[in-house]
């Protein structure tokens, strides 16, 4: 319950900038760093486990890795369960049920049915419905859960132009914000003019993600952004590196690129003690 309680003073007083872990060494190293709270990343956990994104690696796996960020951290934990693992309002509200017992107190929910629907994503209703079910599981559990509702219209480009895409967001962002959603996401927007259209129209706190090209969070932030999270970006990063750490040592015989961001052995013994 007081982590819960942090967690939501964190995202209603703005200016909350959110690392997502996907296992945890990067959990712990975020949490050095001086994170308040901490995310998943779902596409994270799963390249680290050998799954492509988008729910293939099912709601076990994913809440099992989710139960190993929450337990080896002391900060608030925010869970990145993509569709919910289950098209249904129910399937929805296990996985609730699951994530809470696992020791976090947000999560992020997002629309995309990932080929469940016959759209790209689930309809607003049947969203909603989805939503009120997570809300309603959460506080059977006595939780005040952070419930944090993607909307993945600018993630896949819908609309037939930008101003349909943001009738849109706006559309669905307010009737989440409705059925029971604290928060609105919108991955994939870094526009700074859009970013403050849709904080003025959605009656909610806005979360966008950091991404490469992305304005600076303190610019995310004056937009109208309350929380900015880094995704799934800090781990495509280590994997870029891992990438080029492979290739000059194969090709050339060298380290440079591991000695650039070497973390010692002494460092990680102590990270784990």
């Given at each position: 319950?007081?982590?819960?309680?942090?967690?939501?003073?964190?995202?209603q007083?703005g200016?909350?900038l959110?690392?997502?872990?996907?296992?945890?060494?990067?959990?712990?190293?975020f949490?050095?760093?001086?994170f308040p709270?901490?995310?998943?990343?779902?596409?994270?956990?799963?390249?680290?486990?050998?799954?492509?994104?988008a729910?293939?690696?099912?709601?076990?796996?994913?809440?099992?890795?989710?139960?190993a960020?929450?337990?080896?951290v002391?900060?608030?934990v925010?869970?990145?369960?993509e569709?919910g693992?289950g098209?249904a309002?129910?399937a929805?509200?296990?996985?609730?049920?699951q994530?809470i017992?696992a020791?976090?107190?947000?999560?992020?929910?997002?629309?995309?049915?990932?080929?469940?629907?016959d759209?790209a994503?689930f309809?607003?209703?049947a969203?909603?419905?989805?939503i009120?079910?997570?809300r309603?599981a959460?506080?059977?559990?006595?939780?005040p859960?952070?419930?944090?509702?993607?909307?993945?219209?600018?993630?896949?480009?819908?609309?037939?132009?930008?101003?349909?895409?943001?009738?849109?967001?706006?559309q669905?962002?307010?009737?989440?914000?409705?059925?029971?959603?604290d928060?609105?996401?919108?991955p994939a927007l870094?526009?700074?003019?859009i970013?403050a259209r849709?904080?003025?129209?959605?009656k909610?706190?806005?979360?966008?993600?950091?991404?490469?090209?992305a304005?600076?969070a303190q610019?995310?932030?004056?937009a109208?952004a309350?929380?900015?999270s880094?995704g799934?970006?800090?781990?495509l990063?280590?994997?870029?590196t891992?990438r080029?750490i492979?290739?000059?040592?194969?090709?050339t015989?060298s380290?440079?690129?591991?000695?650039?961001?070497?973390y010692g052995?002494?460092?990680a013994?102590?990270?784990f003690?």
């Amino acid at each position: 319950m007081k982590l819960a309680q942090e967690f939501r003073q964190l995202n209603q007083q703005g200016q909350f900038l959110l690392a997502n872990a996907w296992d945890i060494a990067s959990a712990r190293i975020f949490a050095r760093a001086g994170f308040p709270a901490l995310g998943t990343t779902s596409g994270g956990i799963a390249y680290s486990q050998g799954f492509c994104d988008a729910e293939l690696i099912g709601r076990d796996k994913m809440v099992a890795q989710i139960a190993a960020i929450a337990k080896s951290v002391d900060v608030p934990v925010n869970a990145d369960i993509e569709a919910g693992y289950g098209a249904a309002p129910e399937a929805v509200a296990e996985t609730i049920r699951q994530v809470i017992a696992a020791g976090v107190v947000g999560v992020n929910l997002e629309d995309n049915a990932h080929g469940s629907a016959d759209t790209a994503l689930f309809a607003v209703d049947a969203q909603c419905a989805r939503i009120a079910a997570a809300r309603q599981a959460a506080d059977q559990a006595g939780l005040p859960l952070w419930i944090n509702a993607r909307t993945d219209t600018f993630l896949l480009g819908l609309g037939e132009d930008i101003e349909a895409r943001i009738a849109m967001s706006i559309q669905r962002g307010n009737a989440y914000l409705a059925a029971g959603a604290d928060m609105v996401f919108v991955p994939a927007l870094a526009d700074l003019a859009i970013i403050a259209r849709l904080a003025q129209a959605i009656k909610g706190p806005l979360n966008i993600m950091a991404m490469p090209g992305a304005p600076i969070a303190q610019d995310l932030f004056n937009a109208g952004a309350s929380r900015v999270s880094l995704g799934v970006c800090p781990m495509l990063a280590v994997m870029g590196t891992l990438r080029d750490i492979a290739e000059e040592a194969r090709k050339t015989g060298s380290w440079q690129n591991m000695e650039r961001s070497f973390y010692g052995f002494a460092e990680a013994e102590e990270l784990f003690a």
